[in-house]
C-alpha cells in the first residue's frame, strides 16, 4: 500500500487487465533555455511572443492589490509547479526522465500537452505565427525519440481558419498526431473606440468556432478529417468574465476549463459542425465531465421546448383568443378586461414579429435532430471530456440511470501531471482508481476511462496513430471492436 493507505501504482497495474492510457499530462519547458531555443528557430518575433505570455503572467504577480483592484485584473497562479517533490519538478522539465519514470508511475502511454495555453491565444498575429511555428519545431525535437510512449500535442491558433490550417499541416509534416487547438479568441467590438485600450480589454467577444463565429471553420474541420487529426481543446477562461478576483487565485480557476469547453462544445454542437463532420472526433480537456453530463441533459431539455414543432406551444398565434377574454371577465380585474378589450384579446399584439429578426426560430435547425438515436451521433459519439484523477464527478458520465437516453459520455483520463494539484505523480492512477474502489464504476468503466475512450477519440480519426507505440496491439482490439459496432450500426433499421 501507499502511504496513504491506496494501493500503489504496481499494485493496481497487477490487478489491471488492460494498459493505461494518460490523456492529458503535461511537461514544462524550462523557460531560459527554451526561449533561445525558439529565438533560434523563429527568430526574434518567435521568442518575443513566446516571452510575452510568461513576462506577462510575472507583470500581473509583481502588481500590488490595490493595482489590481483598480483595474479589475485577475489574481494569477503563484507557485504553480512542484517544488518539495524535486523528482517530479525535474521529470516535468525532462521528457526522457518522464519517458524513463512512466510504468513507475502507473502509465503505459502518454499525450503530453505543453504548459502553454496562452501562445496560440497571442494577439500580435507576427509573434503569434512565429512563436507557435518555432514552439512546434523545438517541441518535437524534444519529443521525437521517446513516441513509443509520449505523444507531444502541437500548438496551434485560430484566430482565422487559415492560419490554423497553414500551422496543423506544418504541424503534420513535423510527425505531430495531436494538436491542442486554441480557442475562444477575443474579437473586437466594433462600437468600441480603440482609443481606450484599457476599456477596449473588456470589450471583446469571444468566439467559439462554430455558431455564430466571425469565420467559417468548416474548411479547417474538413482538413482535420483529411490529415487524420482530432481536435483537442485546452483553453480557460479564468482572466475573464465572472473569473476577475484581484485576490483570490482559487476563485478565478475553479471551474474555469470547464467554461471554455461548454461554450466551445455547445458551439460545435448548436452550429451543426458534428452533423456535417460525423467522423470527427473533439475533445475538451481538464474540465472534468461533469458540466458535460448537465449540457447533454439541458440540450435535451431545451430541445424538447424549442424545436420547431414545440414552439407552437408558445406561438402567440396558437392563443385562443375567446376562451382568454371569457377567462379574463369571469376572473380578472376589470382594467385587466378594458386592457384585453383594447388589444382585441392579444395580451401583447407584438410577440409574433418579435423574433430578434429570426429567418429560422428553431435553435436545433443546424443539427437536424430527428429522432433520440441522433443525440448519440452528435453529442455523445463524437466529444470527448478529459477528466483529473481526484475529480468524483467523473462517475457521472458513466452512470446510464441519470443520462437521458442511458447514455455513457466519453470521458478520459488525464493525469494534469507537472502541475501545482499534482503533488505526488505516483498518486494519480491510485487516486483515479478510488472511484472502483468504492463501488460507484465499475471495472469495465475505469478500462474505458482510463484506455479504451483515449484509444477510440484519436484511433477513430486516425486508425494508425497507435502503430510503434507500447499500446499498439492493445488500441488494435479496441479499434476493431469499434469499427465492428458501427458496421453493425449501419445495418440497424432506423426505428
Avoid at 462 to 487: H, I, K, Q, W, Y
Wanted: proline residues 6%; aromatic residues 10%; charged residues 25%.
Amino acid at each position: 500500500m501507499s502511504g496513504n493507505g491506496h494501493p500503489s501504482p504496481e499494485q493496481i497495474r497487477a490487478r489491471l487487465s488492460h494498459p493505461v492510457v494518460d490523456g492529458d499530462g503535461h511537461w514544462l519547458p524550462y523557460g531560459p533555455v527554451f526561449s533561445e531555443q525558439v529565438r533560434k528557430v523563429g527568430g526574434d518575433k518567435a521568442a518575443e511572443g513566446l516571452l510575452s505570455v510568461s513576462n506577462g503572467t510575472r507583470e500581473l504577480l509583481s502588481m500590488s492589490i490595490a493595482e489590481r483592484q483598480r483595474r479589475r485584473i485577475a489574481q494569477e497562479s503563484f507557485w504553480s509547479f512542484p517544488a518539495k517533490n524535486t523528482r517530479d519538478r525535474a521529470t516535468g522539465m525532462l521528457p526522457r526522465l518522464l519517458h524513463e519514470r512512466l510504468g513507475e508511475i502507473g502509465l503505459d502511454y502518454a499525450v503530453i500537452y505543453p504548459t502553454a495555453g496562452g501562445v496560440p491565444r497571442i494577439n500580435d498575429y507576427a509573434q503569434r505565427r512565429a512563436a507557435c511555428r518555432a514552439f512546434n519545431v523545438v517541441t518535437m525535437d524534444y519529443f521525437h525519440a521517446l513516441t513509443d510512449r509520449l505523444t507531444p500535442a502541437a500548438i496551434i491558433p485560430v484566430h482565422t481558419p487559415d492560419e490554423a490550417i497553414e500551422e496543423l499541416e506544418h504541424a503534420t509534416q513535423l510527425g505531430f498526431k495531436v494538436a491542442m487547438f486554441g480557442s475562444l479568441p477575443p474579437r473586437p467590438v466594433a462600437s468600441v473606440s480603440a482609443a481606450d485600450p484599457e476599456a477596449g480589454r473588456f470589450a471583446v467577444w469571444y468566439d467559439a468556432l462554430g455558431l455564430d463565429s466571425a469565420y467559417d471553420y468548416d474548411p479547417l474541420w474538413k482538413r482535420c478529417v483529411e490529415l487524420k487529426v482530432a481536435p483537442t481543446f485546452h483553453t480557460g477562461v479564468r482572466r475573464q468574465g465572472l473569473r476577475l478576483s484581484p485576490t483570490n487565485f482559487t476563485f478565478n480557476h475553479i471551474g474555469h476549463f470547464a467554461a471554455a469547453g461548454h461554450a466551445v462544445c455547445k458551439a460545435l454542437f448548436l452550429g451543426g459542425v458534428t452533423r456535417r463532420f460525423p467522423g470527427l472526433r473533439f475533445a475538451f480537456l481538464e474540465g472534468g465531465v461533469g458540466w458535460a453530463c448537465m449540457l447533454f441533459a439541458d440540450l435535451i431539455g431545451h430541445w424538447e421546448k424549442r424545436n420547431w414543432k414545440a414552439l407552437e406551444a408558445t406561438d402567440p398565434r396558437s392563443l385562443d383568443r375567446a376562451l382568454l377574454m371569457s377567462e379574463a371577465r369571469k376572473y380578472g380585474y376589470a382594467d385587466i378586461v378594458a386592457e384585453l378589450e383594447k388589444r382585441e384579446g392579444w395580451p401583447d399584439p407584438d410577440a409574433v414579429n418579435l423574433t430578434g429578426s429570426l429567418t429560422e426560430l428553431d435553435d436545433y435547425a443546424s443539427c437536424r435532430i430527428e429522432r433520440n438515436e441522433d443525440w448519440r451521433e452528435l453529442f455523445v459519439k463524437p466529444f470527448y471530456f478529459g477528466c483529473e484523477a481526484d475529480d468524483r464527478t467523473n462517475a457521472w458520465a458513466f452512470d446510464r440511470r441519470v443520462n437521458p437516453f442511458g447514455a455513457r459520455l466519453n470521458a478520459i483520463f488525464g493525469s494534469d501531471i507537472s502541475h501545482f494539484d499534482v503533488p505526488d505523480m505516483r498518486a494519480v492512477l491510485p487516486e483515479a482508481y478510488e472511484l472502483v474502489e468504492d463501488g460507484v464504476i465499475t471495472s469495465d468503466d475505469f478500462r474505458d476511462f482510463t484506455f479504451a475512450n483515449a484509444v477510440r477519440l484519436w484511433g477513430e480519426v486516425n486508425p494508425r496513430f497507435f502503430e510503434g507505440t507500447a499500446v499498439e496491439t492493445e488500441a488494435a482490439t479496441v479499434l476493431a471492436a469499434s469499427a465492428s459496432a458501427a458496421r453493425q450500426e449501419g445495418r440497424s433499421p432506423v426505428r
